[in-house]
């Protein structure tokens, strides 16, 4: 009689919870040791420290997405990160030349905690996009609008922008984007962060009156009138990061008050009032260049996530570093990943039963690549 092996039992989440922090981290480690270059697990910037120092990478979202899919030794990524990233490096790393470089075999792409997701990116579901198309056809020619998504969104709507001309932006490419549409069309229709979209085409000569907002929530035409449609060079989307729409103009106006000579560095997610008074405003990798490029004794108040600012400080103590708000501002979602989440998902993978598996499915892989290749033509 044949023997047959049954599969181990699946792991259950809930006994990791209770283990301290350096048992986790020692089994971590002998997962990563057993794995060797087969496994990348990837830390967004944002992350907390302790899930940050089992990384192989960190970066902003693209930085790693690009990073992991140029590893050819790579056949596993655990993103710490949120669903929007991971689906981006799933999409990245499976395209149709890479698979061909490994003959066919697919990277398996799992993010930690399935619920760790953004809340801009959610701000923006496709029944809600497509039905705004439609609405804005009543109103203007859409031959003749380029919808641009913001990276931080979901890949339907990647795949909604490949599929109409459109293009994916990233925080520091995104007026490089803005001036790509602006060659094909008269407008743009710009997703889902209305406040990166109104920052990086006010630096254009784009006006206000030319940006309304269209709000999914808001009735007809998202809330506007035919004519302030008929008057837009740019359609913003209203949805915005709940981290970095928490900064505000007096928390710029106490600071320089408090301390004279003081810089203020913000990531472009912040609302225009706070954009308006900074010194520098970039993306999350512009911010760590900028601060390590500064002489010592430079002060600086940060507007960007709680985990960073505090990397920040304690990596150049050379330099005064705060944090621009009086109150915590952290990515509720991305901490969602701690140790326990990320132990358990690695074991499962050691057990061969990979959780929490992110795979795009394989239409919406290719249009978002159609979107997400011209920005890299772009950058
Ligand atoms: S910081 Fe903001 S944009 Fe980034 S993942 Fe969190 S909610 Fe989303």
Redesign the pocket.
């Known amino acids: 009689m044949a023997l047959v092996l049954e599969p181990p039992p699946a792991r259950e989440l809930k006994p990791y919870k209770s283990l301290s922090n350096d048992e986790l981290s020692a089994r971590i480690e002998a997962v990563r040791k057993e794995f060797g270059p087969k496994l990348l697990i990837l830390g967004h910037h944002?992350q907390q420290d302790e899930v940050i120092a089992h990384s192989d990478l960190r970066g902003d979202s693209y930085q790693l997405s690009q990073l992991a899919a140029s590893s050819s030794d790579c056949r596993y990524i655990v993103f710490c990160?949120?669903h929007f990233m991971a689906e981006t490096a799933d999409i990245l790393a499976n395209r149709p030349e890479k698979l061909e470089e490994r003959g066919g075999e697919r990277v398996t792409v799992i993010l930690p905690d399935m619920a760790a997701g953004?809340?801009?990116?959610d701000m923006a579901a496709i029944e809600q996009v497509e039905a705004a198309w439609a609405d804005l056809g009543e109103v203007i020619d859409t031959g003749d609008i380029t919808p641009v998504t913001y990276i931080?969104s979901a890949a339907s709507l990647k795949a909604f922008c490949g599929k109409h001309g459109g293009i994916v932006c990233t925080s520091s490419n995104a007026k490089a984007v803005l001036e790509w549409s602006f060659k094909r069309t008269s407008r743009v229709f710009f997703f889902p962060?209305q406040h990166l979209g109104r920052n990086t085409a006010l630096k254009m000569g784009i006006t206000n009156e030319q940006m309304p907002v269209f709000d999914p929530y808001g009735g007809d035409f998202g809330g506007n009138t035919e004519a302030a449609l008929k008057n837009s060079k740019v359609i913003l989307w209203k949805g915005h990061?709940?981290?970095?729409q928490m900064f505000r103009k007096e928390h710029v106006e106490q600071f320089r008050k408090r301390t004279p000579g003081i810089k203020i560095l913000v990531h472009p997610?912040c609302p225009q009032e706070v954009n308006d008074l900074a010194d520098v405003s970039g993306s999350t990798s512009k911010i760590i260049k900028t601060v390590e490029a500064a002489p010592p004794g430079t002060k600086w108040a940060i507007g960007t996530?709680l985990h960073l600012v505090n990397r920040l400080k304690h990596e150049h103590p050379e330099q005064e570093i705060h944090f621009l708000s009086p109150v915590v501002c952290m990515?509720a979602?991305?901490y969602r990943i701690d140790l326990a989440h990320l132990c358990w998902s690695l074991e499962c993978l050691a057990d061969g039963m990979p959780v929490n598996i992110i795979d795009v499915d394989e239409e919406t892989a290719r249009q978002s690549l159609v979107a997400l290749e011209r920005m890299l033509e772009v950058r």
């Not at 953004?118 to 990116?121: L, N, T, V």
């Open positions: 944002y990160g949120v953004c809340s801009m990116a931080n962060d990061c709940s981290v970095h997610e996530e990515c979602t991305m």
